[in-house]
């Protein structure tokens, strides 16, 4: 397992903020009380092995009254123990709380902002699955940062206490080798020292395919939970087309797919399992072995044996934090390398894509009631020109149709919205929004009147105003179920979808649409229909239109070939 200085600077910057926070007086305090009592936890532990010294001499003394002594002793410890633990769970579960929340937060508005959960799609980089890694991998790198950041500061604070008890304990040892003699003193310290130093180096050897392994298994994963959460959206769309066995073939190659991952995890966790088990084993009774002649030979007491033994085995196991944390290293890392790659696929777009550049199509606010393209040229992913030096310019009240190629009238209607920045020259918008009503609205799981509403909240527009609009667009038998919560992409059909996508325009009242088939699953009068409609309602309205049906053009004044 190799760490690069690159990774813990670009780990560094993400957490970074978070400890400069507007909450930074409550954050620091949590973490201040974190360090206060895991000091304490040291001192209780310290404590202990005194207390485990007192016992066994007071038992080898066979006294009575020093073991009531003990006795009461470790009820007090215990109490102390008890409430000390327990202060620092809840409070170490606080500051990993409060560090998810607040990058969960700042990650979402991030990603959700200006369509960059849709542009990051388009851009090079290990930014796939976004919602695994903000609902699954922001929770393991904050908890198991801290996790092992405690665990690091504690086995320190360990091995500073109890290498100074084990030094003490060890006093001189003397070798005798032939001709001369060799005093060493605090020889079970350096035993300790390379006792661990072994188990560590042997562990870091055996740990370095971990990593990978783990960060291809969880890639794997997310990957399974997306393909799931894919099939549930268009559950309908596999049924009509009766596509159940080839989603339940593409279920199980992906999940071929975690069983390998599985398989080549569990082969190097193996190597890992196989050495921590021996390790802990050995570790109880090597100090004891060691010690054992000294007590054989009178120079130390009982109480001593099994406090050298406790000491050393708290030395050797902080010295050992590298090999006792390998798995859990290797899972945060993987899990923060996940969560850095959705942050630096999200810079690199603002930085490449956002920002003003040359090689961009730029989208300039006017105050004016005009929409302009100057000189705009549209490329595809793959640098193939789709528009090509296009100056047109559109006023209120206009009905354009666009014409020549879909692919290219909808890259022409992203761009519009910023949803698709490929290209070069202007785009000037107007003063007012732009209302962009794809083929198939976006209906959100919930009530239907927040269905309709969406984006705004359902107490925008009034009951009436809600029932005239759906009887408008022949949907009056659907404002018994405004109330009722359901999937309603899944419950309506599509041309009950687009209806409400209609019923939204009158709603909003927008003073610039684009409508990209939107109506395509009505019959050609019924689109006529809806068209007439909104010109009706809103005859200040300019409306551009993408669409397949030819009666359409005798509604539209002007037609832009593409």
Known sequence: MQFSNGFFIQFIRLAGPFWHSENKSTIRSLALALFMLTVIQIGVAVVITEWSADLFNALEQRSMSGLFMQVALIILIFLINIAVTTAHFKVKRRLQLDWRSWLTHHLIGQWMSDGRHYLVTHIQGTHDNPDGRIAEDIRIATESAIELCHSLIYCSLVLISFSKILWTLS???????????????????????????????????????????????QTVEANFRFGLVTARENSLAIALVHGEANEQRRFIGLFKNIVHAWQRQTHTWSHLFMLTSGYSVLSMAFPILVSAPRYILGSISLGALMQSAQAFQQTAGALSWPVDNMARVAEWRASAERVLGLVNGLDKLEQEIVRQ??????????????????????????????????????????????????????????????????????????????????????????????????????????????????????????????????????????????????????????????????????????????????????????????????????????????
């Not at 390379?194 to 971990?210: D, N, Q, V």
């Not at 919560?485 to 009158?506: H, M, P, T």
Request: contains cysteine; hydrophobic residues 45%.
């Open 357 to 562: 550049d040359p090689h961009r199509i730029h989208l300039k606010k006017t105050e004016q009631d005009v929409l302009r393209f100057c000189d705009l040229c549209i490329i595809r992913l793959d640098g193939v020109v789709c528009v090509s030096a296009l100056n047109e310019e559109i006023r209120l009240g206009e009905h354009v149709l666009i014409t020549g190629n879909a692919f290219t009238g909808s890259k022409t209607f992203k761009a519009l919205v910023g949803l698709w920045p490929w290209g070069k020259g202007t785009i000037e918008l107007p003063k007012d929004p732009i209302f962009f009503m794809p083929p198939r609205p976006y209906l959100p799981t919930g009530t239907l009147r927040s269905a309709i509403c969406y984006p705004s909240t359902q107490v925008a527009y009034t009951e009436t105003e809600l029932a005239e609009a759906l009887e408008l667009v022949s949907l009056e038998d659907l404002q018994e179920q405004l109330d009722h919560n359901d999937n309603w992409a899944n419950a309506l059909s599509r041309e009950q979808q687009q209806r409400l996508g209609v019923v939204r325009v009158l709603l909003q009242k927008p003073k610039w649409i684009l409508l990209q088939e939107a109506m395509d699953s009505l019959d050609s009068l019924c689109e006529i229909k809806m068209l007439q409609l909104i010109a009706k309602k809103l005859p200040n309205s300019a409306i551009l239109t993408i669409t397949n049906e030819p009666l359409a053009e005798a509604f539209h004044k002007r037609r832009i070939v593409l």
């Open 171 to 217: 006093g001189t040892v003397t070798l005798n080798l032939l001709f001369f003699d060799i005093s060493i003193r605090g020889h079970l310290v350096w035993l300790a020292i390379i006792y661990a130093a072994c188990a560590s180096s042997l562990g870091w050897w055996l740990g370095k395919p971990f990593t990978l392994a783990t960060d291809a298994r």
